[in-house]
């Protein structure tokens, strides 16, 4: 009979929201089209104050808009999301307030 043996379990890599993603996106293709910043990477801050650099996939200017996207990670959740790639497109309108 093999014996037990009494394992440290490894603390679990955490991970971010597809909501982080989409901010993170979401603020480097405003920076891109408002200001011209192009970036590989771009920091947020969460809800809990905690500062997160993300790496983009890509950020680009297009004729009238901008766009940037990243991968999703999940870190150890079991997440379906985990992988995906999170975009985000922002455009310039002539008419007032925000479109989604």
Known sequence: MREETAEQPAPLRSGLTTGSCATATSLAA???LL???MSDAVEIVL??????QMRLEFCRLVDNFAEAGTLK??????DVTHG???FARVRLEAAPGVRF
Do not use: I, N
């Open 30 to 32: 405003a920076r891109l």
């Open 35 to 37: 200001g011209g910043q």
């Open 47 to 52: 809800p809990k104050g905690k500062q997160v």
């Open 73 to 78: 990670d999940a870190g150890d959740d079991p």
């Open 84 to 86: 995906a790639l999170v």
